[in-house]
């Protein structure tokens, strides 16, 4: 049978099987899927304070397979797929339901749909959302420090786009690749500021870079972590 269990902020999901055995064994597989086999007779407390206070361990173990997960399978959406969000892996956890929504729920992201097949729809429509709510919180501060530079954006905007994390119009637009939104903060804030430079120097020379440097000295640190996680 499949049990959940609260723990903190968590939720962990497990299932529960009853075999002859003396006492209670918990594994976590690859796929980061938990069985616990209980003896049986034994009762649903027990069990379960047995499970909370090996709760730290699973967390764990699943953190543990979750980081060799390969970054560029193709994806099928469906429940315990892990997906980038700011940086982090999280599990999906599709949940049959007539309304649809999409939230970040501790280790989890959310779909609440009635058709798992609109999973892929709706995930990057929230992936959408949290962009333009993330890039602009990300983006005012560092507008206002390029002010003594007496330059500023037209706009900023989001655009999926195939080669690029972002890019400048000699009209002043900032464009945002929506897929930066899976990246951490200081990957989102490095781009912004890659952009912000290019309103100072229009191309890659040497004061350009001399600008970033001054500007985000740990930029080349931040450049390399944006092409591994998501290249």
């Not at 429940?79 to 049959?96: A, D, F």
């Amino acid at each position: 049978m499949l049990r959940t269990l609260k723990y903190g902020s968590e939720q962990i999901s497990y299932t529960l099987t009853f075999c002859n055995r003396k006492t209670l064994g918990i594994t976590v597989h690859p796929d980061r899927s938990t069985e616990v086999k209980a003896p049986i007779g034994s009762s649903m407390e027990k069990i379960e304070e047995k499970v909370r206070k090996k709760a730290p361990w699973i967390l764990k173990q699943q953190d543990h397979f979750l980081s060799f997960e390969p970054r560029n399978t193709k994806r099928k959406y469906v429940s315990g797929e892990s997906h980038l969000y700011l940086g982090r892996q999280y599990q999906l956890l599709l949940i049959k339901s007539d309304e649809e929504i999409v939230k970040h729920t501790g280790r989890n992201i959310e779909i609440r749909t009635s058709n798992p097949s609109k999973a892929k729809e709706l995930l990057n429509a929230w992936y959408l959302e949290k962009s333009k709510i993330w890039f602009q919180t990300i983006a005012q501060p560092l507008i206002e420090r390029f002010e003594k530079y007496q330059v500023a954006p037209k706009t900023i905007e989001i655009r999926k786009m195939n080669n690029r994390w972002g890019s400048c119009s000699t009209q002043g637009r900032i464009l945002l690749n929506p897929e930066l939104i899976k990246a951490p903060k200081a990957c989102i804030e490095y781009v912004i500021i890659h952009e912000l430079c290019h309103l100072v120097y229009r191309d890659h020379t040497k004061a350009f870079f001399d600008l970033q440097q001054k500007e985000f000295p740990e930029w080349k640190k931040w450049k390399n972590k944006l092409e591994t996680l998501l290249a």
